[in-house]
């Protein structure tokens, strides 16, 4: 068969689905989490639809995954009374618990976690069409994470039991919770993207209240429970729904202490207009991004072609770090595109269970839409479609459209796609991929394919100024997790990393004594007394 001909037959039918892969019921959740309770919702619910069609005696039918609450802003009011009950000013169990305990609470839900993974990865495939490796790589990745952040604080306690003195001052320096966290994570990485701010700042002493993306409610479903168990009352609330009716009177409260947000820099610009007093809010933004990928002329073309099909397409291109332009040298041009257009028509389409496959349907609504519309307008301005069957559409399915020569006349050259529309710029002068770098609103990172030294060095330095992340022969990417992750520009405000994150979430604050005779046996016997957790020399071990 064609391409397109695999393409138009794309979607099973209800019996081709392995069974441990088949939606056994529909997925009804009525429960959101508020106060250590599982309230149930009685009002307006929202259905979650799959990316995947089934097809049917009536034709292919889109597969409804089941339904979550859409909640009003009546109960986002409710999270915000229990996060900042459970805050208590910073006088709360959770923010004055000593650190040992809130890792066992982490540990404890990490545990219940586990037990979910197969329910969870389940859910990843049919709500967002990631393959079941990717699925199982995110949930994995998800878990290390937590796992890597407890043995961070660790480290950040063991430095921080300890006396200075300094010029005639003893102070005792450690970091403390900033109060309520307002967690909103992104639909491409529903899971590790919302834990990866989620957990730090519940193991930092702040309470959470958590906006699961949609798509990307239902998979969160089966942990739930595990949360409400793990965490003492009202450290982690849920709120689900339309983030226009939810997130308004949440932010115009002035009670969010701390914004963790991944999505677009306009969502996130509306969001911290909305709160009354700015200074008083920290934010951690994921926002857009548009990595080029630069071919140098001498490049090792089959590594080039490989890194580019990855940073391009794993996830059929649904990654913030996503390689959304190419800039390939004119000298060899010609070979790369033959080459890439090839490996492209030699990746395997089709369900997110099925083997080996790379490209899925894709679960944003209007997506493939959009896309075709980057198309024809690229098209209108000069560009082709050069790979067989690029741009065949099939309902959610969009396959892979490499357009080309592409130029700054055309909208694809300056916004981010986030799906599998891949534009190639031939150019001569290494000034023109520099000057996209500045004159882009984006800044997260690059990546440079070549083999000269010189050349490569040189190209290094400039790049580091304009972009957050300079990868060498390998596509663009957030991992691993203990490097630092974050943008300039319109891409980001903060930095993750497994260390990074435990900082954006705590600020830093001491006590300090003139050392005379009275302070130091003053603290002595606190120390020694065990009457402080702040005021402490303990070590965890
Ligand atoms: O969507 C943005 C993600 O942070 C990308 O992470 O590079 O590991 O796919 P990744």
Not at 219 to 233: H, Q, T
Not at 384 to 391: H, K, L, T
Not at 403 to 426: A, C, H, R, S, T
């Amino acid at each position: 068969m064609t391409i397109t001909e695999n393409i138009r037959d794309i979607f099973p039918a209800s019996n081709d689905i392995p069974p441990e892969f088949s939606l056994k019921k529909s997925l009804d959740q009525r429960e959101y989490l508020v106060d250590g309770k599982l309230h149930i919702w009685q009002g307006e619910m929202e259905d979650s639809l799959s990316p995947i069609y089934l097809k049917t005696p009536k034709g292919l039918t889109q597969q409804k995954i089941g339904q979550f609450p859409c909640l009003s802003a009546q109960e986002a009011l409710l999270t915000l009374e229990a996060a900042g009950k459970a805050y208590d000013y910073g006088r709360g169990k959770w923010p004055t618990m000593p650190v040992a305990q809130r890792i066992e609470c982490v540990q404890d839900f990490a545990y219940r976690m586990k037990e979910k993974r197969d329910e969870v990865v389940n859910l990843l495939m049919w709500e967002i069409g990631k393959s079941y490796t990717d699925s199982c790589k995110e949930f994995d990745r998800t878990v290390d994470y937590i796992e890597d952040t407890i043995d961070a604080l660790k480290n950040l306690d063991r430095v921080s039991s300890r006396f200075e003195i300094t010029q005639g001052v003893i102070g005792q320096i450690r970091r403390a919770p900033l109060g309520i966290v307002l967690s909103m994570g992104p639909a491409n990485y529903p899971l590790n993207e919302t834990f990866t701010t989620l957990i730090p700042a519940l193991i930092m002493g702040n309470t959470v209240i958590v906006k699961a993306p949609r798509p990307g409610v239902l998979l969160n479903y089966p942990l739930l429970e595990a949360f409400k168990e793990a965490f003492p009352p009202g450290v982690v609330n849920t709120i689900y729904g339309k983030g226009r009716t939810i997130s308004p009177p949440l932010m115009e409260s002035g009670r969010i202490d701390a914004l963790a947000f991944i999505g677009s820099s306009k969502a996130a610009n509306n969001l911290k207009k909305q709160h009354p007093k700015s200074y008083r809010l920290r934010s951690i933004l994921g926002l857009e991004a548009k990595n080029p990928g630069i071919v140098l002329p001498h490049a090792d073309l089959d590594l080039a072609i490989k890194e580019c099909i990855l940073g391009t397409l794993s996830y059929n291109g649904q990654r913030c770090t996503a390689i959304k332009i190419l800039f390939v040298h004119k000298a060899i041009v010609d070979k790369f595109l033959d080459k890439f257009t090839t490996a492209i028509s030699q990746l395997k389409f089709g369900m997110p269970w099925e083997e080996g496959v790379f490209l899925t349907p894709i679960a944003e609504p209007g997506k493939p839409q959009y896309l075709q519309d980057l198309v024809e307008d690229a098209k209108n301005h000069g560009a082709e479609v050069i790979n067989e069957a690029g741009g065949t559409i099939n309902e959610t399915f969009f396959y892979p459209a490499v357009l080309y020569p592409v130029n700054d006349q055309m909208k694809v050259y300056w916004v981010e796609q986030f799906g599998p529309v891949i534009p190639i710029v031939p150019f001569e002068n290494i000034e023109t991929p520099i000057d996209y770098l500045v004159q882009s609103d984006y800044g997260q990172q690059v990546s440079i394919f070549g083999q000269n030294t010189e050349v490569i060095a040189q190209l290094v330095d400039p790049l580091v100024n304009q972009v957050c992340r300079v990868n060498i022969n390998s596509q663009c990417q957030r991992g691993p997790d203990t490097f630092p992750f974050t943008g300039r520009k319109d891409s980001a405000e903060g930095t993750l990393s497994v260390h990074d994150a435990l900082r954006a979430f705590s600020i830093r604050t001491l006590v300090a004594a003139k050392d005379i005779d009275l302070n130091k046996r003053l603290i002595t016997e606190i120390v020694r007394e065990h009457q402080s957790n702040f005021l402490s020399t303990d070590f965890i071990l």
